[in-house]
């Protein structure tokens, strides 16, 4: 079983079933094709065309399979965590704010 903890992307073949665990949340996204989702604890199955995204949770378990069609690529993106999200916000605040006061001081 593929354990799922970062950001990748694959191919899925017709007719391959793949099992994962997902070990962080995340969010799948199919780039192209169809792809057949089965999920732990979930009594529905997932049909996901190119675009499509599902959420899910750290801990579950999936089954991914492409049924009529040659093959799919998905891609799984792991959400940064809360400390780097909230660096990155106060970094870009700060080169907004530097950048006004650099303005400022220019026409005076």
């Known amino acids: 079983m593929r ?18 665990k997902i070990a962080r949340s995340t969010r799948l996204k199919v780039n192209c094709g169809a792809v057949w989702v089965t999920r732990s604890d979930d009594t529905e199955d997932y049909w996901l065309e190119s675009g499509h995204t599902l ?3 750290r801990g579950e378990r999936l089954w991914l399979s492409v049924e009529g069609g040659p093959e799919a690529q998905v891609a799984f993106a792991v959400p940064a965590r809360a400390d780097v999200r909230a660096l990155d916000w106060l970094m870009r605040l700060g080169d907004r704010f530097g950048m006004r006061l650099r303005d400022g001081w220019r026409t005076v």
């Open 55 to 57: 959420r899910l949770r």
């Open 3 to 20: 354990e799922i903890s970062s950001s990748v992307t694959f191919e899925i073949k017709a007719g391959e079933t793949v099992p994962m």
